[in-house]
């Protein structure tokens, strides 16, 4: 199950390298979002560390900004890297997080600038005017978590900010405009990141499984990481945690390490301060032919091409 060639490659002496953050949040749980009387939706800006970054979800959608820093998310069965000025869309129950790359002693004000509404809000809205139902489609598609860029992602953030300012009408007014930009958004400015199935995410115990097992890979991400340790530190069985956490999740296990070790093997080749046998070490691979294998498998382009294409200056 650990193998190699299951994209969870095994290494025993770790190679000093740059460490993705271990995340700070704590436990995953349903968030409860508190409800202003004043509002008929909720926005809120945030630092990072926060109580509110953290592996979660809640019923409401969200629209999330990143104003600050860099590091990895987690949307659903999706891994990937975010940069400061990402938009992006969730949908009712959908979990996610952000972790920034930030030393230990490190602190991003504002880092997160959230919207947040409920299904009933929307729907109630609609049903006194039927011109929203063009909404329809943005609605139904965030249960997938889409991304945002170009044009409609600096609008979108423009008025996202703007919306934490106003009150009374001017205040739906902003949010609507947000809402109608992101439907309209064309197709080359939108990225679906999850897959359509989300499961379901009733269980407090298996959100501080999956929460222990995150924190753990992002622990050990650049050398030994091994699925019976992460079943013993949930206190499971291997083959109890692996139901739980496919059933949570929507991936594998494996399948999590795997992008989360490829992700972080990008920031590396972006930075163009290894070799890309240097950097599959660092990210936890000692077969480089197997690092190549797992990254043109996933992103469709060798390590080397990905190195040409978006190489960026060091730090």
């Known amino acids: 199950m650990a193998a190699e060639e299951a994209g969870e490659p095994i290494v025993t002496t770790q190679k000093p390298g740059p460490r993705l953050p271990v995340s700070r949040a704590g436990t995953a749980a349903l968030e409860v979002v508190p409800q202003d009387p004043r509002f008929s939706t909720r926005w809120h800006q945030h630092d ?15 629209v999330h900004l990143i104003e600050e820093g860099v590091g990895n998310y987690i949307v659903g069965d999706a891994v990937g890297r975010f940069g400061a000025g990402q938009v992006v869309l969730t949908g009712p129950q959908l979990p996610h997080n952000w972790i920034s790359d ?15 509404f ?6 109630s809205c609609q049903a006194l005017m039927p011109e929203l139902e063009a909404l329809d489609q943005l609605l139904s598609n965030a249960s997938r978590g889409i991304e945002f860029s170009g044009d409609t992602a600096v ?12 009150r009374g009408a001017e205040r739906v007014a902003h949010v609507f405009r947000l809402l109608h930009l992101l439907s309209a958004a064309p197709g080359r400015e939108r990225r679906y990141l999850s897959n359509e ?11 501080r499984t999956i929460s222990r097992a995150i924190e753990y890979v992002f622990e050990n991400l650049t050398g030994e990481v091994r699925l019976s340790t ?13 139901r739980y956490f496919k059933r949570a999740s929507g991936q594998t296990f494996s399948d999590m390490v795997r992008k989360l070790r490829l992700v972080q093997a990008c920031r590396l080749l972006e930075r163009d301060l290894d070799s890309v046998a240097g950097v599959a070490g660092a990210v936890g691979y000692r077969n480089l032919s197997n690092f190549n294998r797992q990254f043109l498998r996933e992103y469709g382009c060798t390590p080397s091409q990905y190195r040409k294409d978006k190489r960026l200056p060091g730090p």
Do not use: K
């Open 48 to 62: 990072y560390p926060s109580p509110f970054a953290r592996w979660h979800f809640h019923p409401e959608y969200e």
């Open 102 to 116: 930030i030393a230990p002693d490190e602190r991003i004000p504002g880092r997160d600038v959230v919207l947040q």
């Open 118 to 123: 409920h299904d009933a809000w929307i729907r």
């Open 155 to 166: 609008e979108a953030a423009s008025l996202l900010r703007r919306t934490g300012q106003c």
């Open 197 to 207: 199935w989300v499961p379901a995410q009733e269980n407090p115990e298996t959100q």
């Open 230 to 242: 992460a079943a013993r530190l949930s206190g499971m069985s291997v083959s109890t945690f692996s």
